[in-house]
């Protein structure tokens, strides 16, 4: 198949253009290449004429997106909806990937895709508003990740969590992080690997929760980190309420998917997960 992906050089992106790269024609469009809020831009979509758009692209750092409300929207929403329409027009799949920030946290428990979204920031309203246009294209996939940690970074937050622990245990810096603040780790090599099988076994359109196997607090995945890593930095839990944070954040944003096991998907352990990419990375 032709599948392009929309920010191809992305945590995420880069993870789908290796997965991917073996059986199927790639087109990778980075930042430079097309910009989603410009309906004019995705109009490049029609050049290459592929069969499954993978729409990466995000504008995904929380607290800014509560100080720029416009450009979040036009990224998430408004972007969406240009992949949406044009991916509609050129008879392709649309597949876009969400967060576990449609979510309110009060559930307690994994949130399922059939849970109702209730999003609390700006950045979440922007990205279920992101759903509801992508479902303009009735050939839709939407895939939910969260709390995601790849070899190549977050581009717009330089490098992921994993890398800023590991940095500031290596500096001997002392460390506090949140222990009242629950998700699944998702890393994006497995979310990559999932999102193949799902396009290339033509599961039915919809939605589809993508994290590894369980949930933890980041504190827990904090001390899993230096416990792989025989790292023993001074490392202590800290309240939501001690944040200095614009946006409000979902204080339990597990997700776990009913759909994808019915069909033979299962994704590994966060723990295997992150033992699997610090090997990768070359930390053990």
Same mark, same amino acid.
């Given at each position: 198949?032709?599948?392009?992906?929309?920010?191809?050089?992305?945590?995420l992106?880069?993870?789908?253009?290796?997965?991917?790269?073996?059986?199927?024609?790639l087109?990778?469009?980075?930042h430079?290449?097309?910009?989603?809020?410009?309906?004019?831009? %995705?109009?490049?979509?029609?050049?290459?004429? *592929?069969?499954?758009?993978?729409?990466?692209?995000?504008?995904?750092?929380?607290? #800014? %997106?509560?100080?720029?409300?416009?450009?979040?929207?036009?990224?998430?929403? #408004?972007?969406?909806?240009?992949?949406?329409?044009?991916?509609?027009?050129?008879?392709?799949?649309?597949?876009?990937?969400?967060?576990?920030?449609?979510?309110?946290?009060?559930?307690?428990?994994?949130?399922?895709?059939?849970?109702? *979204?209730?999003?609390?920031s700006?950045?979440?309203?922007?990205? #279920? /508003?992101?759903?509801?246009? @992508?479902? !303009? $294209?009735?050939?839709?996939?939407?895939?939910?990740?969260?709390?995601?940690?790849?070899?190549?970074?977050?581009?717009?937050k330089?490098? $992921?969590?994993?890398?800023?622990?590991?940095?500031?245990?290596?500096?001997?810096? &002392?460390?506090?992080?949140?222990?009242?603040?629950?998700?699944? *780790?998702t890393?994006?090599?497995?979310?990559?690997?999932t999102?193949? +099988?799902?396009?290339?076994? !033509? #599961? &039915?359109?919809?939605?589809?929760?993508c994290? $590894?196997?369980?949930? %933890?607090?980041?504190?827990?995945?904090?001390? !899993?980190?230096?416990?792989?890593?025989?790292? @023993? *930095?001074?490392?202590k839990?800290?309240?939501?309420?001690?944040?200095?944070?614009?946006?409000?954040? &979902?204080?339990?944003? /597990?997700?776990?998917?009913?759909?994808?096991?019915?069909?033979?998907?299962?994704?590994?352990?966060? +723990?295997?997960?992150?033992r699997?990419?610090?090997?990768?990375?070359?930390?053990?």
């Amino acid at each position: 198949m032709k599948i392009a992906v929309i920010g191809s050089t992305g945590q995420l992106g880069t993870d789908l253009m290796k997965t991917l790269n073996h059986r199927h024609e790639l087109v990778g469009l980075t930042h430079k290449d097309i910009e989603v809020a410009d309906y004019n831009s %995705c109009l490049i979509l029609k050049k290459h004429r *592929p069969e499954i758009v993978i729409n990466t692209a995000a504008f995904h750092k929380t607290d #800014l %997106c509560e100080e720029e409300p416009l450009k979040t929207f036009s990224v998430n929403a #408004l972007g969406a909806k240009n992949v949406a329409l044009i991916s509609k027009e050129i008879d392709a799949t649309d597949v876009y990937i969400s967060t576990d920030y449609v979510f309110d946290g009060s559930k307690k428990e994994p949130y399922t895709e059939e849970d109702i *979204p209730a999003p609390i920031s700006t950045y979440g309203i922007s990205k #279920l /508003a992101a759903e509801h246009f @992508t479902r !303009q $294209n009735p050939k839709h996939y939407i895939i939910r990740i969260a709390s995601v940690f790849g070899k190549a970074g977050a581009s717009g937050k330089g490098g $992921n969590f994993v890398e800023t622990m590991i940095k500031k245990a290596k500096n001997s810096e &002392p460390i506090t992080v949140i222990d009242d603040m629950w998700m699944s *780790p998702t890393y994006t090599k497995d979310a990559s690997s999932t999102i193949k +099988q799902i396009v290339e076994k !033509q #599961l &039915p359109y919809g939605v589809y929760h993508c994290t $590894n196997k369980g949930y %933890c607090s980041w504190y827990q995945f904090a001390k !899993q980190i230096f416990q792989q890593t025989g790292l @023993t *930095p001074n490392l202590k839990p800290m309240k939501t309420e001690q944040l200095t944070v614009k946006a409000k954040r &979902p204080r339990f944003s /597990a997700l776990k998917s009913i759909k994808l096991p019915q069909y033979g998907i299962e994704l590994p352990t966060w +723990q295997e997960a992150l033992r699997e990419y610090l090997i990768e990375k070359g930390h053990i």
